[in-house]
């Protein structure tokens, strides 16, 4: 079974920066895709940031180059770092892990929640 455990949210102020990390456990294989995605209330959930095993990147337009994705392989671990944060980027960040097939399988994490005050 495999787990994503989120981890770095908080509450930081406008311009500060965060960095969440999350990590797959009970996965003895590549999980091929990992990102964040982050729901604000009222609104729906939609893409942060996504990051394959060969490093290909996908970003939000809205990012403005804020944030930066990268991850750990051998850890299966992806972290999100946050920097020049603004109010409206308060939202529950989660994670998301695809793995492709033999071993197909769409994970997410339980959330972790980001305030940023004005």
């Known amino acids: 079974q495999v787990q994503l455990v989120e981890s770095g949210g908080g509450l930081v102020q406008a311009g500060g920066s965060l960095r969440l990390s999350c990590a797959a456990s009970?996965?003895?294989?590549?999980?091929?895709?990992m990102g964040w995605y982050r729901q604000a209330p009222g609104k729906q959930r939609g893409l942060v940031a996504s990051i394959t095993t060969l490093g290909n990147t996908n970003y939000a337009d809205s990012l403005e180059g804020r944030f930066t994705i990268f991850r750990d392989n051998a850890k299966n671990t992806v972290y999100l770092q946050m920097n020049s944060l603004k109010p409206e980027d308060t939202a529950v960040y989660y994670c998301?892990?695809?793995?492709?097939?033999?071993?197909?399988?769409?994970?997410w994490g339980q959330g972790t929640q980001v305030t940023v005050s004005s």
């Open positions: 009970g996965a003895d294989f590549a999980i091929n895709s």
């Open positions: 998301r892990g695809r793995s492709l097939e033999p071993y197909a399988g769409d994970y």
